[in-house]
């Protein structure tokens, strides 16, 4: 069974930077695609960045575009969410998912129920 577990969250002020990481366990993380995904209380969960399996294409939300980066490291079996330029509008939980083969396309990697497994997630609060 695979398990995420997210750390990395914090409490920054606005254009704070912070590196968000999914380590990986049960599973390599070369074999999955990934995504990561937002939620604020009372709200859906948002789309924030994805890297599709086998391809590698990556894929952001526009609100993050040019900010957040999202990466793999298959030595560490990890995955990571570089954010910049921090806003108070990125205030969520953000939790990491895998979606297992057959890997999704693309343009789907935005729905939440293109996953399989999902962490618990961590906590960015942006604040002056």
């Known amino acids: 069974q695979v398990q995420l577990v997210e750390s990395g969250g914090g409490s920054v002020q606005p254009g704070a930077s912070l590196r968000l990481s999914c380590a990986v366990s049960g599973g390599t993380s070369s074999r999955y695609g990934w995504g990561w995904f937002r939620q604020t209380p009372g709200k859906e969960r948002e789309f924030v960045a994805a890297?599709?399996?086998?391809?590698?294409?990556?894929y952001y939300a526009d609100s993050v575009k040019g900010r957040f980066t999202i990466s793999t490291d298959n030595t560490k079996n990890a995955v990571f969410l570089q954010m910049n330029s921090l806003k108070p509008e990125d205030t969520a939980a953000y939790y990491c998912?895998?979606?297992?083969?057959?890997?999704?396309?693309?343009?789907?990697?935005?729905?939440?129920?293109?996953?399989?497994?999902w962490g618990q997630g961590t906590q960015v609060t942006v604040s002056s």
């Open positions: 890297v599709r399996g086998g391809t590698g294409q990556i």
């Open positions: 998912a895998a979606d297992t083969p057959p890997w999704i396309i693309l343009s789907a990697l935005r729905y939440g129920s293109s996953y399989d497994y």
